[in-house]
Every structure is written in C-alpha cells, then in structure tokens.
C-alpha cells in the first residue's frame, strides 16, 4: 500500500491511501481506499446501470445499502473496479493480487453484490491511480510516498476517514515527526 506523505503537492492524492494492483517494468496501478464519491451511492449507481429497479433499494442486503462508492484515482473515472475477498471469481474477469485480495472490473460483479451472492467484503471505486514506467519509483525517491504492508482490514473493515491514520500508525510513524524534504547521505 502507498501512504501519502503530508507535504504531497497534488490535491488528487493528499492524504490518500492507495493499494498497488499492479506494478510491473510497464508501470503501476493502484485503487485510493479513502476518498469517497460525492452524491453517488452504490444503490444509486445500480440503478443507473439498470442493475436495480429505482425502487429495487430497499431489497439490496443490508451490508450492500451501506457499501461506499470511491474515486479510486483520476484515470478512467467512469470505470468502475472492485477489491473484494477472494471469496468471490469470476473466470476470465476476476484477478487475484494476492491471497486476500482480488480485482474484479465487470459489472457482472455489482449484479451479484446487489442479488446477495457477491463476496463477503468489497470496496468499489471509480477510476484508478496510474503510473508510467518509473513514475512511482521516482515520487518514492522524491519523498512523496511511505509504503505499507497490504492489510484487509484496512481495505475493508476500516472506516473511509480512519483509512489514512490507520496506514501512518501501521507504519509506526508519528506524523509530527516526518519532514516533507527528501535527502540522500
């Protein structure tokens, strides 16, 4: 996972919290776990999918009425992705980034989210983060990124607006003590 330093100069990713789906010689990808999607709800957005009946809400699971839709970064933002458990797969779509976590960008997975049938925990998000080749490597080295290890519970159990604290505390960091100037001894 990426931790965005405190001094991060680009309002798309202060404060963000992003799990690498990939990263290859070809680049990285990454979804942001803590900003949620202004005036869009999951139930809202089943609906404009024709996934849901407008009045189809109030059958939806009750832990899918309070699914949070996410901006998972500033590329293809109509573009929906989904990190779920691997409780979930669907052949050909799903993809498994490691034993606890999957990607599935179908829509074939929000219908059975919405039936009940879906994966016990998920995060959907619009869009995702990009980098060219050697993009992230340099932004690390420039000093506008702290790694941790990937946990599922801060993908899925933790609260959208705990996620970044969480993340810095995972670390063992103490915000007030970091510098946002990078240097080489």
Not at 159 to 165: F, M, N, Q
Request: net charge negative.
């Amino acid at each position: 996972m990426l931790v965005a330093m405190p001094g991060m100069q680009d309002d798309r990713f202060q404060r963000t919290v992003i799990y690498i789906c990939a990263h290859s010689a070809e680049g990285a990808m990454g979804i942001v776990l803590n900003r949620p999607a202004p005036d869009v709800s999951f139930s809202e957005l089943l609906v404009q999918l024709d996934i849901l009946p407008a009045a189809g809400e109030i059958r939806l699971p009750v832990h899918t009425q309070r699914m949070k839709v996410l901006i998972g970064g500033p590329v293809e933002t109509s573009r929906g992705f989904v990190l779920h458990t691997p409780d979930f797969f669907l052949d050909h779509s799903t993809l498994a980034i490691d034993e606890d976590v999957c990607l599935t960008a179908t829509v074939d997975i929000l219908r059975a989210i919405a039936k009940g049938e879906g994966p016990t925990s998920a995060v959907l998000a619009l869009g995702y983060a990009g980098w060219s080749p050697g993009q992230l490597e340099s932004e690390i080295q420039a000093n506008g990124w702290l790694n941790c290890p990937a946990d599922p519970g801060l993908i899925f159990e933790a609260s959208l607006e705990h996620r970044y604290d969480l993340a810095i505390r995972k670390i063992g960091i103490d915000l007030g003590m970091l510098s946002s100037e990078a240097g080489h001894a």
